[in-house]
């Protein structure tokens, strides 16, 4: 039998704190975080969901999470800003559907999310 994926549901990343990750994420995605029957905390993001669980972080700069927003890439910018989170500039990124333009920050325990949002000339494709 052959099985093909139809999406993805959701990531776990393991955080050294969860209180501070669960922060941080939560003001990051504006998604108010829940906690599931396994202790993990969870952000639901559009369709999909971001479990937080409390363990040995992956060695830092080994995890990459890209975050597409309904935000200008200057609006992106300020909340990095507001995070105090240190970042890059933006730079373009092939997004799963189409162009995109993106900032990476860091959060806490080293993974680099990139704050994305579609180019002009690129929109989804359905």
């Known amino acids: 039998m052959r099985i093909h994926a139809s999406c993805l549901d959701h990531v776990v990343l393991n955080v050294s704190d969860l209180d501070a990750s669960r922060r ?6 504006g998604v108010r975080a829940t906690k599931d029957h396994e202790s993990e905390v969870s952000f639901v993001v559009g369709a999909q969901a971001i479990r937080l669980r409390q363990g040995v972080p992956a060695p830092r700069g080994s995890i990459s999470v890209c975050l597409m927003a309904d935000a200008s890439i ?8 507001e995070l105090h989170a240190t ?3 933006v730079h373009p990124r092939t ?28 929109a989804p494709i359905p």
């Open 24 to 29: 941080w994420w939560s003001t990051l995605t």
């Open 74 to 81: 200057d609006e992106l910018h300020q909340r990095a800003v």
């Open 87 to 89: 970042h890059g500039d």
């Open 95 to 122: 997004a799963a559907t189409a162009p995109a333009q993106a900032l990476t920050i860091t959060d806490p325990d080293g993974y680099q999310v990139e704050l994305a949002t579609y180019t002009p000339e690129g």
